[in-house]
């Protein structure tokens, strides 16, 4: 997995390597998500053009298709370096400063997560779940910035594990971001229905 | 094979407890037998004082949370004078809940089948068109049942039905000392609930508890998360020091009596401030907010960055509340087979000014990480384990669970005046003695009883 063109298991020298050390997460980064993520699912700010909206969508269609694969080096390259990935607890989002998350992840601890996958001890996803990711309802946002849009989409994911399918689901709210002409994903926020309530087995990615 | 012989009498009569636990070994039925599990309803959650939330949750007079004992709906509250009550959540009239939030804040409650209202200390306020009732709706008979013993010990709140039970403090007992260490290294003595990593499974509650001081699973159990925390470096973060000879080393797990347990994994820590922190695994924000707090606080950083780490404890307070990490786990009993393990966040607070606002919000932003990374990597391993144990026990004829490790090797073991009991921290001397407690509770008869305002 590779967030530059180094193995991420390899001592590195690049201090500030997002894939190997977190300095990016500060109270300022923090800052800036809860406030793009406070009320930007305005009627005034849709963008209200389907190329654009298929754009976006075309996109949400890949990264689930990816995930469903695990081609997880593949699905980070939908993402800028340095990301957030962010399950609250709680249907508002709240502050990821004072408030524990499902998960509030970095670079690094996606990478983590997906090292825990291949370690082959992970007994949550030994067998690992099959999932099929459903992506419905997308609308496009548009920000201050002309290079920043929001993306919100309603999801189903259904996850057969240990003898049965359940779904997951819920709406993501994916903080875009154009470099170089490509969107990539800044943020993405996944609401779980029920992220307040007890879940069993929450070990995929969402 | 063991068999039920008749029921007389209430839920689990007709078991014989001596030989469903032994000294090295439990029957499959106490984790699998629906029977068994409507007496622990009564014979453990109602009889033993119960952990049912942290003050922090309610701090304002008439704030409320929502949650159980056993699977008696309550709300817990601060009525208007303050005092703390576990009200029965359900209405004097038809049995309805009468609130279905969370929490909130509220000086009463109204039933939304027929309209019954009552105060937060639980008396009836007023019935619609009352002229329909021959007698007086304000008898005390229609007031709120309530938890009769609602009892604190420095921030957690606890009930109990059993008017007989002894003072909370009594039994709580030499788990004070580990409770009071646990909550003492936060500034003030003070922590504040916030949110939580909720998980549920599908196998009985006793699987968390057995599992939570269990020195000899971690190694491999965890061994994903282990070998993850050790992708970067030469393996001395987070859980590694289970890797080799884990009893060799000066951890170790300590019995208190009455079902309460601990492992104290801090003596492996070096014994200075920073200690702590030296062994964290990597999170979100480490390496940013180390840096700006170690150049704002110069040598008082390391003890800044210590209340971020995960306090190397595992302090179970029988039935229901571990203190891990920074986390307030409860075990919620759903079913026989079901329970939910909720991880309560904590985080600190300025509480005299020291700090400042600012180094808090940084300590607590990566505090919440730290917290966050067990059960999203750790636990979850921990919970398929539990579920899978739940299934192997369909097999009705392979009857027995083990417990012995340790078990005859008396060396392995000192015994304080206050007969708190020390062993390796591999040992399962605590599950053999907790379980002891729980069979002697099984076996007695409690008198349970609800309070109503007079």
Sequence with gaps: MNSGNHDMNAPDTINHDPSRFSYYVTDAFYGELVEAYRDWQREDLIVADGATRDRFRML??????????FLYEEWLTLYVPEFAYWVPSTVEGGDPRSEIAVTFDDRRRTEDRIFRFRTGYAWSQAPPSRTVRLITNVEVFRT?????????????????????????????????????????????????????????NPSIVL | ML????????????????ELVQEDRVHRLIYADPDIFQRELTHIFGAVWVYLAHESQIPKENDFITGKLGL????????????????????????????????????????????????????????????????????????????????????????????????????????????DEWIDRNPGGKIIVCEANRLKFKGNWKLAYDNSADGYHVIYSH????????????????????????????????????????????????????????????????????????????????????????????????????????????????????????????????VDGTLGEDVVRDINSLRMRTQEGFPNLGEVDDIT???????????????????????????????????????????????????????????????LTVRREP
């Design chain 2, 223 to 350: 061994r994903s998360l282990i070998e993850t925390e050790a992708r970067f470096n030469d393996g001395e973060k987070g859980m590694s020091y289970y890797k080799n000879s884990p009893d060799k080393l000066e951890m170790y797990v300590a019995y208190t009596g009455n079902g309460h347990h601990y492992k104290d994994k801090r003596p492996n820590l070096e014994k200075r401030a920073g200690g702590l922190w030296a062994i964290e695994s990597l999170h979100p924000g480490m390496e940013h907010f180390e840096e700006k707090l170690r150049a704002r606080l110069g040598d008082k950083a390391d003890a800044a960055l210590d209340l971020a780490g995960s306090e190397p404890m595992n302090i179970n307070v029988f039935p229901n509340l571990s203190l891990l990490g920074n986390h307030i786990q409860v075990i919620e009993p759903v079913a026989f087979d079901e329970t939910n393990a909720v991880w309560y966040g904590t985080k600190i607070e300025d």
């Design chain 2, 72 to 179: 008696r709906p309550l709300i817990i509250c601060r009525d208007g004078n303050g005092q703390i009550r576990a009200l029965y959540n359900r209405c004097t009239h038809r049995g309805t809940t009468l609130c279905r939030w969370d929490k909130g804040n509220s000086k009463s409650f109204q039933c939304p089948y027929h309209g019954w209202s009552y105060l937060n200390n639980g008396r009836i306020r007023g019935v619609p068109w009352p002229d329909g009732y021959a007698m007086d709706f304000r008898d005390p008979k229609f007031n709120l049942a309530q938890v009769p013993r609602v009892e604190s010990y420095r921030g957690f709140i606890f009930g109990t039905l059993n008017m007989e039970a002894p003072s909370l403090s009594d039994y709580l007992g030499p788990i004070k000392k580990p409770m």
């Design chain 2, 385 to 447: 384990n539990f579920e899978q144990i739940q299934r192997g026990l369909a097999c009705l004829e392979d009857e027995w669970i083990y417990m012995n490790r340790g078990m005859d090797m008396p060396e392995r073991f000192r015994t304080d005046e206050e007969g708190v009991i020390y062993g390796p921290a591999t040992d399962e001397v605590f599950m053999r003695e907790y379980i002891k407690e729980w069979k002697r509770l099984m076996q007695a008869e409690p008198r």
């Design chain 1, 60 to 69: 949400l269609d890949r990264e689930a298709r990816l995930l469903d694969r």
């Design chain 1, 144 to 200: 201050a910035v002309p290079t920043t849009m929001m993306v919100r989409s309603n999801f189903i994911i259904n996850e057969f594990w240990d003898n049965e399918t359940r779904m997951l689901t819920g709406w993501c709210g994916h903080r875009m971001m154009e470099k170089d002409g490509r969107w990539l994903i800044q943020c993405k926020q996944v609401n779980l229905i029920d992220c307040d309530q007890s879940l069993r």
């Design chain 2, 3 to 18: 068999q039920r012989s008749g029921n007389s009498g209430g839920f689990g009569n007709g078991f014989d407890w001596d």
